[in-house]
């Protein structure tokens, strides 16, 4: 057997499995097909300086002799983009080594930097023992041992933005490069390292001033780090089946969903290996198929193709289409297009949701959009609209449209009538009850920071409960339901009033079993009345070194129970943390209302997904009915 290549690098190996035919023309033919763009140049130059610093020369020379580098680019050496001049490349890049030393950690003992590793790499996935029939290679940024005696190898990201860990997950970028590293680094050392992290540089300031500096790390003991090598290996030993033998006169067939470098790429790609010219608008309808390949059929119809359906990472390209000369940027829905348009996602405006709170701008993605693709960008579209607490739904739930909504300049107000418990309307202007007798809403949960409308929300319930329900109010603050004082069957303020009085409703609620049990009912309807049980700003007492424990067994017990006794809770709290809403409680409460909060962290606590934090307005909200997703709502004013 023979290989047309000498070794398989992470970048190698990442190009064929994103494009097989630019593999071929990179690897074999020794074509660079892509230029690099200023913001790899950003990336490599940086790289340079921190090597140059880490072998001893001074700060200044090593970023003096990158300027050097950059003043001697060609032109058309680079993709430039639109907005792209050597003069901004050279601010980015000053930027981005000034955000890397601002922050410049103590790296312990550094054993080595910018080395390269290559070599036969053998390793055990569980019973079976690999090696492979390639040599790897990799150019490690850096690798030191830390004060707890551990390898540490660490690789630096110059990026935009940092990697929302939360919403995108782990980049599989990253657990490939990982593995690369880990398996060479083993064999140079005979050490196992213990992680390697990425440290994304971000070289844009954050509005909060917080850290340019993030870290991902991948332990490499872990489940993820485990399951991703056996992967790996897998797709190794592929990649080495199909290249074995290869010659410059094999057939590779190209992805021409990733990389592709604008239209003269994608025109000489369609006249090449499938026939069909696409100036003359002959359509074929694209499918992407396993492990990075395309099927191609053809349809009998004849009939244009926009480009947005082929070229989708081609900004230049997006940025010709016909489709989007009708709108202006000076609109909201035109800055939105042309926003998502920088990304390479192309969108059609439908139409526009007029709410209380927000508007919602309906768009249609193009053919090859990724929904998860269009939430990733909802700062940017906060930052081209001039508007804060941008969310994007996509898709909005039972349509085929994104949906992305702005606070109104102005907010309209929906009064309250004698409506039964009412929550709010959405922008449909439907309204939307709780209904305490459902099995499914039993119980209620609520969120809020301050000035959300917490405290209004929970007034509208409280004074819109049906007739004769008996009203428990805990209110630790002393404050927001004092007024409901005298009309409470019970009110309780500290912590220890508020488990003896806890302890008296668990007493009513076994004596309203013991009832139903003596007359042969199922549930206390017609019986005895409803018992509807306020806590307001459960934290400070659930927080209680006394009494929070067993204040939370309590509550347990009634959210297990309550519903058939016709005892019902609605928890609320400034303070959304695990520690205060912890499983126990959640697990019970499956009906639950977030108001704005103030994390992303915070959300998720409440209605386990973000959304909170983007709420704008008072009383604007988002209500988890169990089951389905969550509804925006503006609750209603009396």
Known sequence: MSYPVAHISYSSFRKF??????????????????????????????????????????????????????????????????????????????????MYFDEMPEYGTVLSHEIEHKGFVEDNIGWVSLKSPIPLLGYCDLIYRDTEGRIIIEDFKFKAKHTDLEEEGMDPSYLVQSIFYFLLVRQHSQEIPYSMRFREVKTSKNKDKSSQHQIVEIVFSTELFENARAVFWYQLMGMCKLIENAS???????????????????????????????????????????????????????????????????????????????????????????????????????????????????????????????????????????????????????????????????????????????????????????????????????????????????????????????????????????????????????????????????????????????RGVDNIEGIKPRMMIVIDEYASVRLDATFGKLIEKSLVNITNMGRAAGIHLIIATQRPSVDVITGLIKANIGCRICLAVASQIDSKVIIDQPGGEKLAWKGDLLYLYPGQDPVRLQALSR
């Not at 067939?253 to 006249?271: E, K, V």
């Not at 929550?423 to 309204?431: S, V």
Request: glycine share 6%; hydrophobic share 35%.
């Open 17 to 98: 499995h994103s494009d097989m035919g630019g593999w071929k023309e990179e690897y074999i033919m020794g074509n660079k097909i892509f230029k690099p763009t200023p913001s790899m140049l950003v990336g490599s130059y940086s790289h340079a300086v921190i090597d140059d610093y880490l072998k001893g020369v001074p700060l200044q020379d090593a970023i003096n002799t990158q300027y050097a580098r950059i003043n001697a680019i060609k032109d058309e050496d680079v993709k430039w983009w639109k907005t792209g001049s050597r003069s901004k490349l050279m601010q980015d890049f000053a930027w981005a080594v000034q």
């Open 248 to 518: 410059p006169d094999t057939y590779f067939p190209h992805n021409i969903f990733d990389q592709m470098n604008g239209r003269d790429s994608l025109t000489l790609l369609t006249t090449s290996q499938f026939g069909y010219d696409l100036e003359e608008g002959k359509k074929g309808d694209i499918k992407r198929g396993g492990g990075g390949m395309i099927s191609w059929s053809w349809q009998t119809a004849i009939v244009p193709v926009p480009t947005m359906w082929l070229a989708t990472s081609s900004k230049a390209d997006l940025k010709e289409a016909k489709f989007i000369e009708s709108y202006t940027p000076d609109t909201v829905e035109g800055k939105i297009i042309y926003k998502y348009q920088e990304h390479g996602i192309a969108l059609t405006f439908e139409k526009i949701q007029e709410g209380y709170a927000f508007d919602r701008y309906l768009f249609i993605p193009s053919r090859w959009v990724k929904m998860a693709d269009a939430k990733k960008y909802a700062d940017d579209v906060s930052q081209a609209t001039e508007m804060e607490n941008i969310r994007i739904l996509a898709p909005v739930p039972g349509t085929k449209y994104i949906g992305v909504e702005v606070p109104r300049s102005e907010r309209k107000f929906s009064k309250l009538k004698d409506e039964l418990m009412p929550i709010g309307r959405d922008i449909t202007k439907k309204l939307y009850t709780l209904d305490l007798s459902n099995p499914d809403t039993p119980h209620v949960l609520i969120a809020g920071k301050s000035g959300s409308g917490k405290s209004q929300l929970i007034r509208n319930l409280i004074e819109s409960r049906p007739k004769g329900t008996q009203l428990v109010c805990i209110d630790p603050k002393r404050v927001e339901l004092s007024k409901y004082r005298n009309e409470a069957l019970l009110f309780a303020m500290l912590p220890e009033d508020t488990y003896l009085t806890l302890q008296n409703i668990e007493m009513e609620m076994n004596q309203r079993y013991a009832l139903m049990e003596s």
